[in-house]
């Protein structure tokens, strides 16, 4: 296994990296990282449902867009990243507790009991949540990544995010500040977030041992760079919100899933399919199938089509169900 902790705090910048070596790494590859102020949407999230613009913007908060399924989440430098690329998947399909093990090991390390709760996050025993993960997965190729709340300021990431009251409702919640915990207030002795990542290389390096790399800029990280920092990249829904007469939205235990329909008649011209739930496959193959076909016609679109790949953990029936509604 190969480690590195990137040296920059930009947060496009340190994505076009993890994308870069998620591509091209041919050993396993751990990395701990930092961004300044920003707001991470998942790859299929509608950005303007899942972040208050108004205080982003009066704030100077970045806003940037993963190549993994899953929620919004706010960065800061009180808060700590942490990515595992594997070129040959450990286990079949997404799998979060085999990947996090690691984290929850050099948290235990630390004192903390943590355990992996719901389908991604890291919480303590008393329910707090002090970790997001997420995945991304081709063929064998897996990222897995997640935060680390040490120190973030836990006030602003509660303005910054606009939470669906269902999922607060789900979870018994009132509000985005009631669920998170900072690690720093949990540990017994008192030390800063530089030292906390370095508890954590230690961690790595004692018992991984791992060859220590840097990673340089070239031609491959400066063009997903430049993508990850474009308007069609963080704000797709720019073009095609206006036009979609129907929506559809609905949560379900695995997240939320949002349907964008645009009909002449019975006939679907196109579908956008958003939302904070995880794939298997590219979301666009599931939406194309439906191009040019009649709405009444959805099952038999579906025939041959598992959506769970692509939707992970709703049925095929579920999503008839939800565009039929």
Not at 2 to 15: A, E, G, M, S, V
Not at 215 to 230: A, F, G, H, P
Not at 288 to 305: A, V
Request: aromatic share 10%; glycine share 6%; net charge negative.
């Amino acid at each position: 296994m190969k480690f590195c902790i990137l040296q920059t705090t930009d947060p496009h910048y340190n994505l076009a990296v993890e994308e870069y070596l998620f591509n091209t790494a041919q050993d396993d590859v751990f990395l701990l990282w930092q961004n300044y102020n920003t707001v991470v949407i998942g790859k299929n999230q509608n950005a303007y449902a899942e972040i208050d613009m108004q205080v982003l913007k009066e704030n100077g908060v970045n806003i940037a867009r993963r190549i993994t399924g899953g929620g919004a989440v706010y960065h800061d430098l009180g808060n700590v990243n942490y990515s595992f690329i594997s070129p040959n998947a450990k286990t079949s399909g997404i799998d979060f507790s085999y990947y996090a093990t690691p984290i929850v090991n050099a948290l235990k390390n630390l004192g903390l009991s943590v355990n992996l709760s719901g389908r991604n996050d890291l919480i303590t025993n008393d329910g707090k949540k002090i970790s997001g993960n997420a995945q991304h997965r081709v063929n064998d190729r897996v990222l897995h990544h997640g935060t680390l709340l040490f120190d973030s300021n836990l006030e602003f990431l509660s303005k910054v995010l606009t939470v669906d009251s269902d999922k607060l409702k789900t979870k018994a919640l009132k509000s985005t500040r009631s669920r998170v915990e900072n690690i720093s207030s949990l540990i017994k002795n008192s030390i800063s977030t530089s030292e906390f990542i370095s508890c954590l290389s230690s961690f790595i390096i004692d018992n991984y041992s791992p060859e220590i790399i840097t990673v340089d800029t070239n031609d491959k990280i400066n063009e997903l760079y430049e993508r990850n920092k474009s308007i069609g990249w963080l704000f797709p829904e720019k073009d095609f919100i206006s036009k979609y007469q129907i929506i559809r939205k609905k949560r379900f235990d695995f997240g939320s899933v949002e349907l964008y329909l645009e009909l002449k008649n019975d006939v679907v011209l196109s579908l956008k399919i958003k939302g904070d739930f995880f794939s298997e496959k590219p979301i666009e193959e599931l939406e194309k199938t439906f191009e040019n076909k009649e709405l009444s016609s959805i099952q038999t679109c579906l025939e041959g089509i598992v959506v769970s790949d692509y939707i992970l953990g709703m049925s095929n029936l579920e999503f008839i169900e939800l565009i039929a509604n």
